[in-house]
Nanobody, 123 residues
Framework: QVQLVESGGGLVQAGGSLRLSCVVSGRTFSGAPMGWFRQAPGKEREFVAGISPSGGSTGYADSVKGRFTISRDNAKNTVYLQMNSLKLEDTAVYYC????????????????WGQGTQVTVSS
């Protein structure tokens, strides 16, 4: 059974930083494309960042490019999202996700999700 557990969310002032972590169990992590998504109140869930199984390929939503960095440690079965220069509009519940396909950018294929971690950015 695939399980994903996020942590690292919290309350931060605008301009601050947070690092989210997601530990994956129940599948071979080194073969897993991983993604971070977020959902703000009243909005649909949106893609934030993705990373290939090896970590050699990454991609970002335009809204976070240059501020967020996705990375992974295959020895620890963990994917990270470093968030810098946080803005009010980054407030959301952040989810990590995976699927059994090959590519992180196949967004509709993500089928395993964590429970989410709340990020709140204050002014």
């Amino acid at each position: 059974q695939v399980q994903l557990v996020e942590s690292g969310g919290g309350l931060v002032q605008a301009g601050g930083s947070l690092r989210l972590s997601c530990v994956v169990s129940g599948r071979t992590f080194s073969g897993a494309p991983m993604g971070w998504f977020r959902q703000a109140p009243g909005k649909e869930r949106e893609f934030v960042a993705g990373i290939s199984p090896s970590g050699g390929s990454t991609g970002y939503a335009d809204s976070v490019k240059g501020r967020f960095t996705i990375s992974r440690d295959n020895a620890k079965n963990t994917v990270y999202l470093q968030m810098n220069s946080l803005k009010l509009e980054d407030t959301a519940v952040y989810y990590c996700a995976t699927h059994y396909g090959a590519h992180w950018n196949r967004l509709k294929e993500y089928s395993y999700w964590g429970q989410g971690t709340q990020v709140t950015v204050s002014s």
